[in-house]
């Protein structure tokens, strides 16, 4: 097997038929033999009915479905853990990142590239907000990690099968797979791509899920926060000392007290604001640690037609 594709599914049964043709026209100009893998992460509407049915008239479409909605990235690794493919490509199925850009990706893979990911230059269809936090987003993170993820990048991107083996190895429930990619330090590069409107249907990736997938990624791959509650944790407690000298100075030496209910609230707000914001930080990290220890399976599979599942 040259290549597999792997699509992540949800709700997404107006794009497949358009997804799938263009897919077959891109793998049938590299001239590659490949398989289709698409993961349906607990869709509402008729997609795993239109992904049944390009399986009946394409034995390399291949499909799993899941018990329940596990989340994009969980249904990305369970593509990843089931692909055959020497080369291994992830791509969305709202066709926002266009699947001709894959035979660049795949010109590049050919020049001894592990890793080549597709870099945003232009964003349609997307709101003001969305594109501002996004970019601010991965500065961010490319600041507080020591790992370079790459900016302006999703998962749209092609792999080494080496690469695959390595995703297998990590055995954390909360995935951020393209700092787990650029974790492995294989040699990598991009091809630059504008990526167009949503094609039909609504996003599955509203801004809770956003907020969540953005926490996933700086708790996965940054201890910053950790430190730095540590370190606001002694400029306070720095402050509440100084403050305490300050009022034995004014009882005993300058021989006057002031009632001070104002200046006694804010510092108990204030200590306690930092101390919440430190507690709700480590409690991150628990909660994850928590959910590792647990061994739980990553996704639970409904039905494929893959000879075997993780």
């Given at each position: 097997?040259?290549?597999?594709?792997?699509?992540?599914?949800?709700?997404?049964?107006?794009?497949?038929?358009v997804l799938y043709d263009k897919l077959l026209e891109v793998v049938k100009k590299m001239g590659v033999s490949y398989e289709f893998i698409f993961v349906d992460?607990?869709?509402?509407?008729?997609?795993?009915?239109?992904?049944?049915?390009?399986?009946e008239k394409d034995r390399f479409v291949k499909y799993i479905k899941f018990s329940r909605n596990f989340g994009h990235q969980k249904a990305v690794c369970a593509g990843l853990f089931n692909s055959k493919g020497d080369a291994v490509v992830i791509i969305d199925a709202d066709l926002q990142d266009p699947p001709e850009t894959i035979l660049n990706l795949y010109e590049k893979y050919k020049n001894g590239y592990e890793i080549v990911y597709a870099k945003r230059r232009e964003r349609e269809g997307e709101t003001f907000f969305k594109k501002?936090?996004?970019?601010?987003?991965?500065?961010?993170?490319?600041?507080?990690?020591?790992?370079?993820?790459?900016?302006?990048?999703?998962?749209?991107?092609?792999?080494?099968?080496?690469v695959v083996e390595i995703l297998k190895r990590m055995p954390e429930s909360s995935k951020f797979i393209r700092g787990q990619i650029a974790w492995t330090g294989f040699k990598q590069t991009f091809v630059e791509y504008d990526r167009k409107k949503r094609n039909a249907g609504n996003t599955g990736y509203n801004y809770r899920k956003m907020?969540?997938?953005?926490?996933?990624?700086?708790?996965?791959?940054?201890?910053?926060?950790?430190?730095?509650?540590?370190?606001?944790g002694f400029i306070v407690s720095s402050i509440a000392f100084f403050l305490m000298i300050y009022a034995f100075y004014s009882k005993f030496i300058l021989q006057k007290t002031v009632p001070g209910w104002t200046s006694l609230m804010i510092s108990v707000l204030f200590i306690g604001g930092i101390q919440l914001i430190c507690i709700a930080c480590i409690s991150e990290y628990i909660c994850r640690m928590h959910q590792d220890i647990l061994c739980r399976p990553l996704y639970v599979v409904d039905t494929s037609n893959i000879e075997k599942v993780m």
């Open positions: 097997m040259n290549i597999s594709i792997i699509v992540p599914i949800y709700n997404e049964e107006s794009n497949l038929p992460d607990g869709s509402k509407d008729n997609s795993f009915e239109v992904i049944l049915q390009l399986a501002f936090t996004a970019k601010m987003f991965y500065r961010i993170l490319r600041k507080i990690t020591v790992i370079d993820i790459p900016l302006d990048t999703g998962d749209f991107r092609i792999i080494d099968r080496k907020f969540r997938f953005a926490i996933d990624g700086i708790i996965s791959f940054s201890e910053l926060p950790l430190k730095l509650s540590g370190i606001l």
